[in-house]
Nanobody, 116 residues
Framework: QLRLVESGGGLVQPGGSLRLSCVAS????????VAWFRQAPGKEREGISC????????NYADSVKGRFTISRDNAKNTVYLQMNSLKPEDTALYYC?????????WGQGTQVTVSS
């Protein structure tokens, strides 16, 4: 079965850190650009970061720039999102998305809750 599986979410206090992982199952991730999205209750899904297949080019939404870092380990078929200095407004369901031309996959999401 071809799918993406996210993990690493949880409950963290403001100012804390989490690292999300996105693992590809059934296919090789190295040809795919990968992005992280998030969706908070009552809000639109928001693209927050992406990384090219080579890993050399990354982009971030202004809301997370300087706090989040995307990276990939193609040997482990995994893309990461390191999230530092977390804020309550970062609370959302976080999804990864992989695309290579017409081929694309979504994960099921992992919940991140930032609260004291």
């Amino acid at each position: 079965q071809l799918r993406l599986v996210e993990s690493g979410g949880g409950l963290v206090q403001p100012g804390g850190s989490l690292r999300l992982s996105c693992v590809a199952s059934g296919f090789t991730l190295d040809r795919y650009a990968v992005a992280w999205f998030r969706q908070a209750p009552g809000k639109e899904r928001e693209g927050i970061s992406c990384i090219r297949s080579s890993g050399g080019i990354t982009n971030y939404a202004d809301s997370v720039k300087g706090r989040f870092t995307i990276s990939r380990d193609n040997a482990k078929n995994t893309v990461y999102l390191q999230m530092n200095s977390l804020k309550p407004e970062d609370t959302a369901l976080y999804y990864c998305y992989a695309r290579d031309g017409p081929l694309n996959y979504w994960g099921q999401g992992t919940q991140v809750t930032v609260s004291s």
